[in-house]
């Protein structure tokens, strides 16, 4: 298996420091708002990700944080005239209800900043005794000159970092470069006892150091975020972290691509901005998960209701197929084997270049286009039709686009027995009524030779 790794900025063959083992962190939300769509695209993306090392074998540790302190969480719970824990308290849950609606995985762990004050003071405190940091009368900062390596992720040299980089001008600060890594306490924000006993709160980039060496180790696996964290927050971290450990920080370094709208970065300043819940009231799930992964991870995807409309089309395709497969298959078998084994293996291979979706998702297409014409055929044994339903969970596992609601799929199959029930007595009324209830459930029939079909509009 190859994959991109940012730091050396080609593909590499993914080999994890533990063998079956993965460790992996990817920058998670400050949740002083609800979620975007920027922040369910790098979730998918990075849940499929883990589920694909996981279809591999891999016992994956997955660790996200929540950033439940900072700059923006200030600001709006000011606005609000509610402390940051009661924004907190507000704002994650709604990124929990709006992940398990894309049906992303929970984390294995979630550390938040304000439980992870202690371990940020105490790296801190570490690279102040080390000399790459330094004290200033607002805060303690780390002192970019002196990790040499600064700039191997982002792949540019200090100097134009200095030209470049968006650096607020602080006269305090040795070098306009250097990034906060405690800031002293002001009036009416939040503030614990930090390094050299300071009254204050921690900088961002901090957070992630701390909590990724505390829960994978000072060295691990994958480090995931999206491209616009690569400078300056992964880049800083690196820095902190290998100058405190004298090691190296994360060996795989992995980054999702932007949204975009009309070929434009979304963002609330050109007005193009959308949240999970916007695109959620006006397409199903499982539509939305479709489209965010079905584009690969490291391109940007360009977002517009026709491409929408296309993944739900898409989609449609592959429902209605395992609606099929659960009509009785009669044929004499034989000819299904060669086309699992084929789609498993381009499947694989795909997966395996970089998770190569496209093509990964061209494979199943080709599966359900073959066995479509040998179910048509006559050519499916039910033995058969059950290898094929085992082989979609497979695929499955990792994009988890096919699942359907098990509460409506039982309140359906009972609807549908009581319809034909009905029809058998001739009571027609009945069975159209039934039909009509179904279709306010947004379920479509198709009475068949081999029994009633159902399938779930998206």
Known sequence: MKIYNTLSQKKETFVSLKKGAVGMYVCGPTVYDVGHLGHARAAVSFDVIRRYLQYKGFKVTFVSNVTDVDDKMIKRAAQENITEAELAAKIIPEYIKDYGALRVLSP??????????????????????????YATEDGIYFEVSKFKEYGKLSHKHLDELQAGARITVDEKKKNPEDFALWKKEKPGEPAWKGPLGMQGRPGWHIECSAMSMDLLGETFDIHGGGIDLQFPHHENEIAQSEMATGKPFAKYWLHNGHIQVNR??????????????????????????????????????????SLLEQAKKSLQRLH?????????????????????????????????????????????????????????????????????????????????????????????????EERNEARQKKDFKRSDEIRKQLEKLGVILEDTEGGTLWKKAL
């Open 108 to 133: 294995d762990h979630q550390p938040r900043a304000t439980e992870y004050i202690p371990r940020m003071t105490a790296l801190t405190e570490l690279l102040l005794k080390k000399g790459a940091a």
């Open 264 to 305: 434009e970065k979304m963002s609330k300043s050109l007005g193009n901005f959308f949240t999970i819940k916007d695109i959620l009231a006006k397409y199903h799930p499982a539509v939305v998960r479709y489209f965010l992964l079905s584009t690969h991870y490291r391109m940007p995807i360009d977002f517009s209701d």
């Open 320 to 416: 209605d197929f395992m609606r099929r497969l659960e009509q009785k298959a009669d044929g004499k078998g034989g000819f299904v084997v060669p086309v699992l084994h084929k789609a498993e293996k381009t499947f694989v291979s795909a997966m395996d270049d970089d998770f190569e979706i496209a093509k990964a998702l061209a494979a199943i297409f080709e599966l359900v286009n073959e066995i479509n014409r040998l179910l048509d055929e006559k050519k499916v044994s039910q033995r058969e039709v059950d290898d094929v339903r085992n082989q979609i969970g497979r695929f499955n596992s990792v994009l988890d686009v096919f699942s359907i609601d098990d509460e409506l799929t039982s309140e359906v199959e009972k609807l549908i």
